[in-house]
């Protein structure tokens, strides 16, 4: 297999947007994103609160989409979209994370996927997981069908993946809110859907912002951490690959990362990989993936001590507790006590001072 490019850059709150466009280009992006189909913005929402590190942000949107104008891809083309998850709100999350003004400078409407119409779809290709973990079919969103899509994940750890990023990206579009019971199969679920997402989208491509990084607990219990970086790829799996690497983790340890790159969805062997830009050799954020208290129970309840009683707590009636135990952890307890603390120290940042500005 040839060698796949990623594009990573060194970056600053001064410099942001314009190095984006610098960014896309140094990785070819009108390659894989044509100009005569419509373009995808998946955004990335993990939590509807703002949290530096967690979701998509503001200067990833604008500089992407101010690259994308500025290359005279037309507007009407142009979709921003992200779904909700059982404890996630798009509407709420998308002002939040203050994604709305920029679209609303750019003249872009944010779509929510719970406002379009969700089909079950027969692929041709076979998949590892999804079709047991969803045996009465798999609904995706009908808009999605034919189209470019570009991912915006940023660097960060994952209590169930190790790393997230433009794969993982993918799983917040492709399936419903009940996708949470795919994380008992994470590895080879994100497998599937880079299976999906070759034969559905005309084009895929990421841009993923390291600019703050997230280390620890992730998705969203973090430690944010300056990383000053900025990657672009158009293979999904190659830019998660050295997205891991700078974290500090070997890649083809990492078995969603492995098992696509055995399965020549994308190239996951940093070997193999063409870097465009900065000499990331030295490179190691020394990031350590933790467990949330949440994702610890989740775990223990699929996999742990508690399994016995996996049916009855999360594939019944009663699995509304989930996400209300979920919300309480997160929101009412550790967001408002340690999450409040990083948020500040942030603040004080170049980074946190180019957020304010939004």
């Not at 969805?265 to 949330?292: A, C, M, R, T, Y």
């Amino acid at each position: 297999m040839t060698k796949s490019k990623v594009a990573v850059l060194k970056t600053s709150p001064q410099t942001v947007i314009d190095d984006y466009k610098v960014l896309m280009h140094l990785a070819d992006y009108k390659k894989f994103i044509s100009k005569d189909k419509e373009i995808l913005i998946k955004l990335n929402l993990s939590w509807t609160k703002y949290f530096p590190s967690c979701s998509t942000q503001p200067w990833q949107l604008e500089g992407v989409i101010k690259t994308l104008f500025e290359d005279k891809f037309e507007k009407e083309k142009i979709i921003p979209i992200e779904n909700k998850t059982v404890v996630t709100n798009p509407i709420k999350g998308a002002k939040n994370n203050k994604w709305l003004p920029i679209l609303e400078k750019y003249g872009l409407k944010f779509i929510p996927l719970t406002q379009v119409e969700w089909i079950k779809y027969e692929f041709k290709s076979k998949l590892l997981k999804l079709h047991e973990i969803f045996p009465d079919g798999i609904e995706i969103p009908k808009m999605l069908i034919g189209k470019n899509i570009i991912h915006l994940p940023t660097v960060k750890t994952h209590g169930h993946s190790i790393t997230t990023g433009a794969i993982k990206n993918s799983f917040g579009g492709l399936l419903k809110e009940i996708r949470h019971y795919a994380h008992k199969y994470i590895h080879e679920v994100l497998v599937d859907l880079m299976i999906i997402q070759k034969e559905l989208h005309s084009g895929v491509f990421a841009v993923m912002d390291g600019t703050v990084c997230g280390d620890g607990a992730g998705p969203r219990t973090m430690e944010p951490k300056i990383g000053n970086i900025i990657l672009a790829s158009g293979d999904s799996v190659a830019i998660d690959a050295i997205s891991a690497k700078i974290m500090g983790f070997d890649p083809m340890e990492i078995p969603y990362i492995r098992m696509c790159h055995e399965m020549g969805l994308g190239i996951g062997d940093p070997k193999e990989i063409e870097i465009i830009g900065e000499d990331i050799s030295d490179l190691n954020f020394h990031f350590k993936v933790k467990k949330s208290v949440v994702i610890w129970g989740d775990q223990m309840i699929r996999k742990g001590f508690l399994k016995p009683f996996e049916k009855i707590l999360l594939h019944s009636p009663m699995v509304v507790w989930a996400p209300f135990a979920s919300n309480i952890y997160h929101d009412l307890l550790w967001y408002p006590t340690i999450g409040r603390k990083r948020i500040k120290q942030f603040l004080r940042t170049e980074w946190g001072k180019l957020w304010l500005s939004y």
